[in-house]
């Protein structure tokens, strides 16, 4: 079985149709655009037609940053840097479904993503070891992380349909537009189309 943590941004939904996982898992941890990753991962999902679990564990105590609704730390090279986040989604959805027969978690991590430590091939090696090395042999994969958004798209059949279901805002459950999620959604969608002319 292979599960793919999904948000309903770009890339994850670029993953999904591209290699089609088993199920398609989205966490609402407390964050503050839980409502907007939501709605898209579920739209997203029917439209592939894949399976979709919700898991919900509310964190936002633990959490810091624009996801978190709260002042960017100064600890994080970006304003929604939320501490471990990659890392305990993993967990999370690795400890859903490894009774199940889970042998793949997929992330959305995409050239790019080195901004956070958690978007480096050296954390995407040393979480796969880590969860391999446990009762299960899960292993941690990451199909995009050297290609850039834009690159990913043109590997995932049927994603441009897709695209307008997509959500990248960190900081609410509606676009605020401003963010850096907005942001790349906005940059990356004006490049595809411009592509596609």
């Known amino acids: ?3 793919l943590l999904f948000s309903g941004g770009i890339d994850s939904t670029a993953i999904a149709a591209w290699q089609r996982p088993d199920i398609l898992v989205t966490v609402d941890y407390g964050q503050a655009p839980a409502g907007g990753e939501l ?3 579920t739209a997203i ?3 592939l037609g894949l399976r979709h679990q919700v898991i919900r564990i509310d964190c936002r105590q633990l959490g810091q940053g624009h996801l978190a609704g709260r002042e960017a730390s100064p600890l994080g090279a970006a304003p929604e840097w939320w501490p471990y986040r990659n890392q305990w989604l993993v967990t999370v959805c690795a400890m859903r479904f490894v009774s199940e027969g889970l ?5 959305g991590t995409v050239a790019g993503d080195e901004v956070h430590r958690d ?3 050296a954390f995407v090696d040393a979480l796969d070891m880590l969860l391999s090395l446990q009762e299960g042999g899960v292993r941690l994969r990451a199909p995009a992380i050297g290609l850039r958004s834009e690159d990913l798209l043109e590997r995932a059949p049927g994603v441009a349909g897709l695209l307008p279901w997509t959500f990248s805002c960190h900081v609410a459950d ?8 907005c942001a790349k ?3 990356v969608l004006g ?4 592509s596609a002319n």
């Open 45 to 47: 999902a029917e439209r």
């Open 191 to 194: 490049n595809a189309r411009r």
């Open 103 to 107: 042998r793949d978690v997929l992330i």
């Open 39 to 41: 709605r898209a991962a």
């Open 185 to 187: 959604h906005r940059m």
């Open 119 to 121: 978007g480096r091939p």
């Open 1 to 3: 079985m292979k599960a």
């Open 174 to 181: 509606q676009a605020c537009g401003q963010c850096r999620g």
